[in-house]
């Protein structure tokens, strides 16, 4: 994402597909990526309740909040202070550090293998 309206517009989007979608895999997820020059973070939000298992050992949570509604003032703030691109590899080397995408890649691809592989989060994100 480059833009905090960029977010909100694929936001909608999402919700509009989770809604009205007819077929099989409906779409459940959203992982949000985010970056400024030296730091980052990965989100975790579903797009729809999902039934959760009972357990005795943890506290099931059927939903996470989408980015756009729990850190709506913060994407509010950032767009007006951050300037940093980053889509344009040439352009974002000059303006932020070099490993900053593949850590945040690295930090959501290990969300979705532990969701995956143990079917239950401790964390919903990481930066």
């Given amino acids: 994402m480059d833009t905090a309206q960029a977010r909100y517009e694929i936001a909608e989007v999402l919700k509009q597909l989770a809604k009205n979608y007819g077929g099989r895999n409906p ?4 992982m949000d990526f985010g970056n400024s020059r030296t730091s980052g973070q990965v989100i975790l939000s579903t797009l729809d309740k999902i039934k959760q298992p009972a357990s005795e050992l943890y506290q099931p949570v059927e939903s996470l909040p989408l980015v756009t509604d729990e850190f709506k003032e913060l994407l509010q703030t950032s767009e007006q202070e951050d300037t940093t691109p980053s889509c344009s590899l040439a352009k974002a080397l000059t303006k932020q550090d070099l490993f900053i ?4 890649a690295n930090c959501g691809a290990s969300l979705l293998w532990q969701m995956f592989r143990e079917g239950v989060l401790f964390n919903r994100g990481g930066a």
Avoid: D, E, H, R
């Fill in 27 to 30: 779409v459940k997820y959203w």
């Fill in 101 to 104: 995408n593949s850590a945040l």
